[in-house]
């Protein structure tokens, strides 16, 4: 029987009406929550990202201000536009869309977003509060994965999970995450000897490692959980994941799509963060 979809686009649609009725009390009472993007150069991929986000955030009640730069800004020109957003009390949210163009060091950039204002949650103040149980914004795909294992019901409790992966901001955390609800995590990644060892093994995997057809059906354990975070593009330039879907959807118990699974969910926790960054604002 071929595996349940996580159906991450109608999943973030219902969170996106809830956030939706939060924002208008907040515009009733004071004003819209604000989210700033900064968008530098001209990336095809992240001109679509920003698209979709500013789209989702006009949907949601949400004010977006969206500073286009030229790719070839110098790094304390774009630091200037991020100050003038974090003294913007009208903005709970600065998003800087990455991959910046490579002359910009992007962490140095990231930590001049005022930590209350890091929706994106990927600063180390944010990572401290995350590996410390503290509160703070996570980052925005573990958090929507998080979401969409919830809404399913699944048992993370005592469960051996896989992450594959291990990016500041999706394998790392989304490790974390799961630790902190008492799962067993192992992270593989390009220097993990034998990947399959371990899928086979896991009640959870997560893929985000960015690579075409990582994970297939003889790979995973009959009736797991895999949520594919990947992007990619196929031979034919269609949108896929990291996971041989059609194969994989065989075997597993509940799988994403790509597209229409973690990305709409990416989406609503960023919504999300913005939305809790100006209630705290406006309390």
């Known amino acids: ?47 679509v990202y920003v698209r979709n986000k500013v789209r989702a955030c006009a949907e949601a009640g ?15 020109e774009l630091i200037e536009h991020i100050r003038a957003f974090n003294a913007d009390s009208r903005i709970d949210g600065i998003l800087v869309q990455l991959p910046l163009p490579g002359h910009l060091a992007s962490q140095r950039v990231i930590e001049e977003v005022a930590a209350q204002k890091d929706v994106d949650g990927l600063q180390i103040h ?54 902190q609800q008492n799962a067993t995590v192992t992270v593989c990644h390009s220097a993990t000897r034998d990947l399959a060892h371990h899928t086979r093994q896991a009640d959870i995997v997560v893929a985000a490692a960015g690579r075409r057809g990582l994970v297939t059906a003889d790979s995973i354990k009959a009736g797991a959980i895999v949520i594919d975070v990947g992007m990619n ?10 996971v041989d879907f059609e194969g994989v959807r065989e075997v597993a118990g509940w799988i994403t799509p790509v597209p229409g699974g973690v990305g709409p969910m990416t989406i609503a926790m960023l919504l999300s963060n913005t939305v809790e960054s100006a209630e705290r604002t406006l309390a």
């Open 126 to 179: 944010s990572a401290g509060a995350l590996l410390t149980g503290s509160p703070g914004f996570r980052p925005c795909t573990p958090a929507g994965v998080m979401k969409m294992l919830e809404h399913i019901g699944a048992r993370i409790s005592g469960s051996c999970a896989v992450v594959i992966g291990r990016s500041n901001s999706v394998g790392k955390p989304m490790a974390l995450l799961l630790t």
């Open 233 to 242: 593009r196929s031979e034919s330039g269609q949108l896929c994941g990291d």
């Open 1 to 47: 029987m071929p595996a349940q979809l996580i159906d991450g686009l109608a999943l973030s649609k219902s969170i996106r009406a809830g956030l939706a009725e939060r924002a208008n009390k907040l515009a009733l009472r004071a004003r819209a929550p604000g989210l700033a993007v900064i968008l530098v150069g001209n990336d095809p991929a992240s001109e």
């Open 62 to 76: 949400i004010a977006s201000v969206l500073q286009r730069l030229d790719g070839s800004v110098g790094e304390e």
